[in-house]
């Protein structure tokens, strides 16, 4: 539920939205890929917490994800500068964010 809502509420002009797409080695959730090499590209790993208490490390995982998968080596092999990467846990509606 979380990650489609995502993709439908990140949608925008000068972006494409992409999802479970392969990249180093696996395959991220959702990326935001502008159209132009000079702006910036946005990963986000999701995860769905069991509970509140678990928000922050699953996001954290999230974020670790990230990086253990080398997620954001594709992007800069293809040139891109700027390059975003987020952990997103969810937990009924609460949410929390880590940046990697």
Known sequence: FYHGFM????????????????????RFDIALIPDKLTGAVIILECKHSQSIQQLVRDSNMA????????????FEECGYQKILGYGISFFKKQCYITKV
């Open 63 to 74: 974020a670790n994800q990230i990086e253990d998968k080398k997620y954001i080596r594709d």
């Open 7 to 26: 993709i439908g509420f990140l949608k925008a002009d000068g972006y494409e939205v992409k999802s479970n797409r392969e990249s180093g080695k696996g």
